[in-house]
Nanobody, 125 residues
Framework: QVRLVESGGGSVQAGGSLRLSCAAS???????????MAWFRQAPGKEREEVVG????????TYADSVKGRFTIAKDVAKNSVYLQMMSLKPEDTAMYYC???????????????WGQGTQVAVSS
């Protein structure tokens, strides 16, 4: 139903910036469904965490405390794409970054059921 393709990862020195992209391909039969996209990351030996998502109960974009003020999500609804602009990167931002999406017939709820393959981000000190 939904295919996600991420790009933009790479290696950067601390303090640098990267921009991740995620494009969703949605079957035409679901074109009028709610599509919600978010970014997660998983560092080696750690659990996957949500970096940025959308809280439908409050209507607000939510960022992990560790990235507030440094990361910004942007959306292109026409292209079913989201972008993650990452600034002032730190070594602790090193992780595999995953794009996630939910596709629901009625209302999106912030529970993701589609995942991309991930794009690696490595930040050196």
């Amino acid at each position: 139903q939904v295919r996600l393709v991420e790009s933009g990862g790479g290696s950067v020195q601390a303090g640098g910036s990267l921009r991740l992209s995620c494009a969703a391909s949605v079957d035409s039969a679901y074109s009028d469904y709610c599509l919600n996209m978010a970014w997660f990351r998983q560092a080696p030996g750690k659990e996957r965490e949500e970096v940025v998502g959308f809280d439908y109960s409050t209507g607000t974009t939510t960022y992990a405390d560790s990235v507030k003020g440094r990361f910004t999500i942007a959306k292109d609804v026409a292209k079913n794409s989201v972008y993650l602009q990452m600034m002032s990167l730190k070594p602790e931002d090193t992780a595999m970054y995953y794009c996630a999406a939910e596709l629901r017939r009625l209302q999106c709820v912030g529970v993701y059921n589609f995942w991309g393959q991930g794009t690696q981000v490595a930040v050196s000190s």
